[in-house]
């Protein structure tokens, strides 16, 4: 099983693959994603990951406050989608 991460604060600057490879020192990233503004394609500076169940807390741990591009991370399990 995989649980998503949520990511906020991202620089607007930051790629998907830049997200992917920053988070991969701190364990394995199955998938990676970025919110984006629909009508001008530009990052809205949150996004997601998914990482395994055995992995998820310990990232959260290791990256929540570090700073990427001069901004720190928020990171923590993401909340469910309200219908």
């Keep these: 099983m995989s ?5 906020g ?3 607007w600057s930051t790629k998907e693959d830049d997200l992917q490879q920053f988070f991969s020192q701190f ?3 199955e998938e990676c994603r970025i919110i ?8 809205r500076g949150y ?4 990482v395994s169940d055995d992995e998820a ?6 990256a929540n406050g570090v700073e990427l591009e001069g901004r720190k991370l928020v990171v923590n ?3 469910p989608r309200e219908q």
């Design 9 to 11: 604060n991202i620089p």
């Design 36 to 43: 984006t503004e629909r009508s001008t394609g530009r990052s």
């Design 27 to 29: 364990g394995k990233i």
């Design 3 to 7: 649980k998503t991460l949520y990511v």
């Design 77 to 79: 399990e993401a909340k």
């Design 47 to 50: 996004g997601f990951i998914e």
């Design 57 to 62: 807390a310990l990232i959260v741990e290791k």
